[in-house]
Structure formats: C-alpha cells, structure tokens
T-cell receptor
Framework: GQQVMQIPQYQHVQEGEDFTTYCNSS?????IQWYKQRPGGHPVFLIQ?????EVKKQKRLTFQFGEAKKNSSLHITATQTTDVGTYFC????????????FGSGTQLTVLP | DTGVSQNPRHKITKRGQNVTFRCDPI?????LYWYRQTLGQGPEFLTY????????KSRLLSDRFSAERPKGSFSTLEIQRTEQGDSAMYLC????????????FGPGTRLLVL
C-alpha cells in the first residue's frame, strides 16, 4: 500500500533557528497537504500543493512540492515558540482521492 | 463556534463494552470523515460519508466498528466489544466537496479501554 514517510521524527531548535521537515511518498501524489497539530490539539490544515515543483509561502513558512510529485518539504525561517507542534504531510490514496494517507509527523520543539 | 465538534471528548471504558462517539460537522459541509490517531502517529483514515451515504471504508475498520450519518448531518461511530487495542484518539473531519477541498478536523474523542 501507499506509504508516506517523514523525517526527522523529532527536531529541537533554539528560537530563531530555521527548521525543515521532509516528506516522501512511495507513489506519485496528485497533491500534498500539510497540517499542524499543537500538543493536545487536533490537526489544522496549513496548505495544499498541486503542481509539480510548486513553491508556496505563508509568512515564515515555505512549502515545496517535488518535481516528481513524490516528495515535499516544509521550511520554517526563524522559528518562534508558537511554531511548536507536530507537522504532518498527507497525500490522497492512489485508489481513492478521499482517503488521505498521513505521514508519521515531525515533532518540533522550540527552546526559548 | 461553527467548527467541527465531537462528543464526548474523553471516554474510559472496560474491555468488552460498547462505546459510541458523535461528530457534528461544519453545517454546510457535505463530506464527513472518521480517522483514528495513536500516540506518535499521523491520523489513519477509517471511513467517509458524502451526505448520508457511506462511500468508503478502510480495511482498518473491523466488523466491530460501525458508522452512520442518518440525515447527512451529524455522524456516530460505534465500537462494539471494545479491545485494549482500540485505545486511541478518534478524529472527525468535514469538508465541502469541490476543487482542492480542505478537511477541517474536530477536537477528537480520546478513548481508553481498560
């Protein structure tokens, strides 16, 4: 079945440092979505990328979708304590666009 | 608050008991999803409805699990004869069918089976 992997599993950074998480799918994706889950919270949609090589920015967050549409990255510039949480990528299941397959997430800790 | 709501937020039960969770989606959303999330993992898809029709079910959904959305609005997820392995966070999400639709998640129901 389709697998979505994320690295690293954990990342600790000093406030102000940059952070990147990587997502790799075993199959080509029609789109990739990113979610953030705060400790004790629920996943919150951040963005969706659809086109090969697409890059989108949201303030300090930069999202990329690979040329082969099998990988993606999320980069945060100058982290803040409010960035703490787990970042998940998710892609539609090849057999069904309604089923999202989530990666295992990257848990970000920002030290003040 | 017009977000997705779920009840109860926490449930502790003994092995073998039945439990039922409720999800109220965002009112204009016609799609509703159930996911399960265990510690340190991403959400796993269980099933989804378009209006009142249950269109897809994951292989993860054993015959002890049943979901309904009788009037195309709220949904219930029932687990019969609970097992300790059912302990998890059960998340509901809703969306409005369309191009590049976004799934909005509820706060979840945390189930602990003793």
């Amino acid at each position: 079945g389709q697998q979505v992997m994320q690295i690293p599993q954990y990342q600790h950074v000093q406030e102000g440092e940059d952070f990147t998480t990587y997502c790799n799918s075993s199959t080509t994706l029609s789109n990739i979505q990113w979610y953030k889950q705060r400790p004790g919270g629920h996943p919150v949609f951040l963005i969706q990328l659809v086109k090969s090589g697409e890059v989108k920015k949201q303030k300090r967050l930069t999202f990329q979708f690979g040329e082969a549409k099998k990988n993606s990255s999320l980069h945060i510039t100058a982290t803040q304590t409010t960035d703490v949480g787990t970042y998940f990528c998710a892609g539609p299941n090849r057999g069904s666009a309604r089923q999202l397959t989530f990666g295992s997430g990257t848990q970000l800790t920002v030290l003040p | 608050d017009t977000g997705v709501s779920q009840n109860p937020r926490h449930k502790i039960t003994k092995r073998g008991q039945n439990v039922t969770f409720r999800c109220d989606p965002i009112s204009e959303h016609n799609r509703l999803y159930w996911y399960r999330q265990t510690l340190g993992q991403g959400p796993e898809f269980l099933t989804y409805f378009q209006n009142e029709a249950q269109l897809e079910k994951s292989r993860l959904l054993s015959d002890r699990f049943s979901a309904e959305r009788p009037k195309g609005s709220f949904s219930t997820l029932e687990i019969q004869r609970t097992e300790q392995g059912d302990s998890a966070m059960y998340l509901c999400a809703s969306s409005f069918a369309g191009h590049q639709e976004t799934q909005y998640f509820g706060p979840g129901t945390r189930l602990l089976v003793l």
